[in-house]
């Protein structure tokens, strides 16, 4: 497979629901713009690619729909939001907790919360790799990026349908 195969051409959100914060929509921006310039995405048992990602909630799990570039369905695989709750609420707390120190004086806060946000992320990122791992194989930073944009689409859907708590 070449590298232009095993990537993402495109990622969506469900967007069913309006924009919970400001700040969570500006990192899932960021987060598909970083994606789409670099990830590696290879599902497993398929030649192919590049290939489409719609990524929404389904009866209380997550459902990642995976389609090639011309928009054909390849293949859905759902992912229960159980083993990331934990994860997902610790990332909130420290979000809030970065965005309040942003408006503080003082670097030395920041670079602590960003730490423990970079560490947060970073298991939430092997936690999904592990998930996937039987069904699609993704690098570190393509798993950091996707852990971003269930944040913002569990967030988005939080008041709603109570996914974080």
């Known amino acids: 497979m070449s590298p232009i195969e095993g990537r993402l051409c495109n990622v969506s959100l469900d967007r069913s629901f309006s924009a919970r914060d400001p700040r969570i929509e500006r990192e899932q921006e960021l987060a598909v713009i970083d994606l789409l310039e670099s990830n590696s995405f290879i599902p497993l048992g398929h030649e192919g690619g590049p290939y489409r990602l719609r990524i929404e ?3 209380g799990r997550l459902a990642l729909h ?10 859905s695989h759902y992912l229960s939001i159980a ?8 990332y909130t707390r420290i979000c809030e907790s ?5 408006r503080r004086p003082g670097p030395e806060r920041l670079e602590a919360i960003d730490i423990g946000r970079r560490g947060i992320h970073n298991e939430a990122a ?9 069904k699609v194989l993704i690098d570190k930073d393509t798993a950091r990026r996707l852990f971003t944009l269930i944040y913002a689409l569990l967030a988005r859907h939080a008041p709603h349908q109570g ?3």
């Open 98 to 102: 970065y965005y309040d120190a942003v």
């Open 163 to 165: 996914l974080l708590s």
């Open 66 to 75: 995976i389609a090639d570039d011309q928009g054909m369905h390849v293949v």
């Open 57 to 59: 909630t389904a009866d």
């Open 126 to 134: 092997q936690l999904l790799r592990e998930r996937l791992s039987t």
């Open 83 to 90: 083993p990331f709750r934990r994860l997902l609420k610790d």
